[in-house]
């Protein structure tokens, strides 16, 4: 058997160099700028003659940026075709996640809140688009964000960045916590309720859909737990107590024109399909009261998704609706979850294989 040592890290010859030479500088007389930026700049001196600058390492603090030199830069992200890696097809979704910003939201009872909110900002892009300027997404956004939050605000940010990107379809989600004053069960104390609610502004195929997500934090007492424990009352004259968990449910719901569905509204469905909410003030009648309010409602997880679904269907603001409701288990070591959707706009067989773990509410 004959074995062939390969030579490794060897030096080219003269002659491998100026072939390779030879190639490169058929390569830059064709390509474009674009092109010869991205694989290296300095094969521009193989094309144009020029030499590569000795650099200053000096920052220049008094160079100002007219038109003339801001035409020459480079744009990578809105270059040709021939820029694309991978296939060539058309992407959904493509933009910026999680710029945060303060925004002004209006109050039912015609007050004004200024909240930290996380905006996500995303368009189409066609097959042959290399890319987009994502920048132009927050500056649009930005021109908007003085102003008092409302749908018609977001549309208008929508429409700016959907034409300053030159895209079909586009999507605006704004996060934030919503705070409201609530009152305890018996001793009069107040304190804040924080709400995670986010919005969309979903734009495909030139249907707009408007979305308001909520998530409601209660308590569930398991039905049978605490029939389980009255039957060792009574039967055995055993103490017992039923288990109850925090439980979360994240509502979605397409708000439909006409309609004004204010955040304040949705709580108030959601506190009358399950009045278990958690407590913010409690004195020791606040917990007995919440005690005996988890008793007169016990609910399975299958009856805590029926139950907010009841509520929202009869709503006539509400079009399509997700329930999400997960009961983090104090009696097993995994939590019990419901899906319940009305209508195609949240319909899917396929969920995000960590969408309950992200209903954890810390306290």
């Given at each position: 058997?004959?074995?062939?040592?390969?030579?490794?890290?060897?030096?080219?010859?003269?002659?491998?160099?100026?072939?390779?030479?030879?190639?490169?500088?058929?390569?830059?007389?064709?390509?474009?700028?674009?092109?010869?930026?991205?694989?290296?700049?300095?094969?521009?001196?193989?094309?144009?003659?020029?030499?590569?600058?000795?650099?200053?390492?000096?920052?220049?603090?008094?160079?100002?940026?007219?038109?003339?030199?801001?035409?020459?830069?480079?744009?990578?992200?809105?270059?040709?075709?021939?820029?694309?890696?991978?296939?060539?097809?058309?992407?959904?979704?493509?933009?910026?996640?999680?710029?945060?910003?303060?925004?002004?939201?209006?109050?039912?009872?015609?007050?004004?809140?200024?909240?930290?909110?996380?905006?996500?900002?995303?368009?189409?892009?066609?097959?042959?688009?290399?890319?987009?300027?994502?920048?132009?997404?927050?500056?649009?956004?930005?021109?908007?964000?003085?102003?008092?939050?409302?749908?018609?605000?977001?549309?208008?940010?929508?429409?700016?960045?959907?034409?300053?990107?030159?895209?079909?379809?586009?999507?605006?989600?704004?996060?934030?916590?919503?705070?409201?004053?609530?009152?305890?069960?018996?001793?009069?104390?107040?304190?804040?309720?924080?709400?995670?609610?986010?919005?969309?502004?979903?734009?495909?195929?030139?249907?707009?859909?408007?979305?308001?997500?909520?998530d409601y934090v209660y308590s569930s007492t398991c039905p049978c737990s605490l029939e389980l424990s009255e039957h060792a009352r009574r039967a055995r004259g055993q103490l017992a107590t039923p288990h109850s968990q925090r439980s979360v449910a994240r509502i979605s719901v397409e708000m439909k024109?006409?309609?004004?569905?204010?955040?304040?509204?949705?709580?108030?469905?959601?506190?009358?399909?399950?009045?278990?909410?958690?407590?913010?003030?409690?004195?020791?009648?606040?917990?007995?009261?919440?005690?005996?309010?988890?008793?007169?409602?016990?609910?399975?997880?299958?009856?805590?998704?029926?139950?907010?679904?009841?509520?929202?269907?009869?709503?006539?603001?509400?079009?399509?609706?997700?329930?999400?409701?997960?009961?983090?288990?104090?009696?097993?070591?995994?939590?019990?979850?419901?899906?319940?959707?009305?209508?195609?706009?949240?319909?899917?067989?396929?969920?995000?294989?960590?969408?309950?773990?992200?209903?954890?509410?810390?306290?």
């Amino acid at each position: 058997m004959n074995v062939f040592t390969p030579e490794i890290d060897r030096k080219p010859s003269q002659e491998e160099a100026a072939a390779a030479l030879a190639l490169l500088r058929r390569y830059t007389d064709k390509a474009q700028d674009a092109e010869i930026a991205a694989l290296d700049p300095a094969l521009a001196v193989l094309r144009d003659g020029v030499a590569y600058p000795d650099l200053s390492r000096d920052y220049p603090e008094g160079f100002t940026v007219d038109a003339a030199y801001r035409a020459t830069l480079p744009d990578l992200q809105n270059g040709p075709a021939s820029l694309i890696r991978g296939e060539n097809r058309a992407i959904q979704h493509v933009g910026i996640s999680n710029f945060r910003l303060p925004i002004r939201y209006r109050t039912r009872d015609n007050g004004e809140l200024m909240l930290e909110t996380s905006v996500t900002g995303t368009v189409s892009l066609d097959a042959d688009k290399k890319g987009i300027n994502m920048s132009r997404i927050m500056r649009s956004f930005y021109a908007h964000a003085e102003k008092t939050f409302s749908f018609e605000v977001i549309e208008a940010a929508l429409d700016d960045y959907k034409t300053d990107l030159e895209s079909f379809d586009a999507r605006i989600e704004m996060r934030f916590s919503f705070p409201v004053k609530v009152e305890s069960l018996r001793s009069g104390l107040q304190g804040y309720q924080y709400y995670d609610i986010a919005l969309e502004l979903v734009e495909t195929a030139g249907v707009r859909r408007k979305i308001l997500h909520l998530d409601y934090v209660y308590s569930s007492t398991c039905p049978c737990s605490l029939e389980l424990s009255e039957h060792a009352r009574r039967a055995r004259g055993q103490l017992a107590t039923p288990h109850s968990q925090r439980s979360v449910a994240r509502i979605s719901v397409e708000m439909k024109e006409g309609g004004c569905l204010w955040f304040e509204d949705l709580i108030g469905l959601c506190r009358k399909a399950v009045p278990t909410e958690t407590q913010v003030m409690v004195k020791r009648e606040d917990e007995q009261a919440f005690a005996e309010l988890n008793a007169a409602n016990p609910i399975f997880v299958e009856d805590a998704a029926r139950l907010f679904a009841e509520q929202l269907q009869a709503d006539p603001r509400i079009g399509d609706f997700r329930v999400l409701a997960s009961h983090q288990e104090s009696l097993h070591s995994h939590d019990a979850v419901s899906v319940l959707t009305e209508g195609t706009t949240f319909a899917n067989d396929s969920l995000d294989p960590r969408l309950f773990s992200t209903l954890i509410h810390a306290g």
